[in-house]
């Protein structure tokens, strides 16, 4: 484990998941700066699950992980965050990532934002750089439109490429079975398959979800748990819609897909309902809780 490295000087940190509860895509931008890009209105909910990364200073830019589906050249999101701070804040060294992956990969989880937010965060404490946190959401947005969220963490309201981020101020904890299937969905193909005349017609539901935070509605969030990503993902991937119809035949109170897939979230009432609907599952599942 990173946690017990011999090496006293490597700076480490827990990289931590997020999934969508509700996910709305309102339309894809069609001219200007963000052409191409879409604007959406998610709910996103941090939750215990977590890479571990540590950097050391290094000769060269190097990327250790020991899961093989993980980019170790500049393809890595977090290779990318390294070079932006060495460019932006002309740094001459150069620094050694160690990632130890539990977060599935292609899995709608914004694994590779999470872990670019964290590369940026020990970048700024290994060269002492005294970076706001403001400017990190600067950075991250350059890095990509998941990453900025990570600067606030807990629950938020993200329009992502229209750059509004909102926090929501909950203590709302829910434990959720996470199932794992053994195939990653490709976030570009997941756009390129949209029906525009299908999506955005839930977004009343995402402004229901923001207020049963706020006002610790649990059933009201159930009831508000919606993603546009299924109308088509679901059609394409069977064992998605199989996966999510099994969730709410053993007793989860909502379950829906994280981002655009794979992975597939099941609420349940409590850790222990949680724990038993994981076990009669016939998939990869875990159990985690949000991050308070």
Not at 52 to 66: D, F, L, N, Y
Not at 192 to 202: M, R
């Amino acid at each position: 484990m990173l946690s017990g490295s011999p090496n006293p000087t490597m700076l480490i940190e827990n990289s931590y998941a997020r999934v969508t509860l509700a996910l709305d895509i309102i339309r894809k931008i069609p001219d200007g700066p963000l052409s191409g890009y879409h604007e959406l209105n998610i709910i996103k909910h941090q939750i215990q699950l977590c890479d571990e990364i540590g950097i050391e200073e290094s000769p060269a830019i190097e990327i250790i992980c020991e899961d093989p589906r993980m980019p170790r050249d500049q393809a890595n999101i977090c290779w990318k965050a390294i070079e932006l701070v060495r460019k932006d804040y002309g740094i001459k060294s150069c620094a050694r990532l160690h990632i130890r992956k539990r977060i599935p990969i292609m899995g709608g989880m914004a694994g590779g934002s999470s872990n670019a937010a964290v590369t940026l965060k020990l970048c700024n404490r290994l060269w002492d750089l005294g970076i706001s946190d403001s400017r990190m959401m600067e950075l991250g947005r350059r890095l990509g439109m998941d990453v900025p969220y990570y600067f606030m963490g807990g629950t938020a309201f993200d329009t992502e490429a229209t750059g509004i981020i909102e926090t929501i101020s909950t203590d709302v904890s829910l434990w959720m079975i996470l199932v794992l299937p053994d195939f990653g969905v490709s976030t570009r193909k997941a756009y390129e398959s949209i029906d525009y005349a299908c999506t955005g017609k839930a977004a009343q539901k995402t402004q229901e979800m923001r207020v049963a935070f706020q006002n610790r509605n649990i059933e009201n969030i159930f009831a508000s748990t919606h993603n546009d990503f299924e109308l088509v993902i679901l059609d394409k991937y069977p064992e998605l819609k199989r996966i999510k119809q099994l969730l709410l035949k053993s007793g989860c109170k909502a379950a829906l897909m994280s981002g655009s897939g794979s992975t597939m979230v099941g609420i349940a009432d409590n850790q222990d309902d949680a724990q038993r609907v994981a076990r009669s599952l016939p998939h990869q599942t875990l159990v985690t809780s949000s991050l308070l």
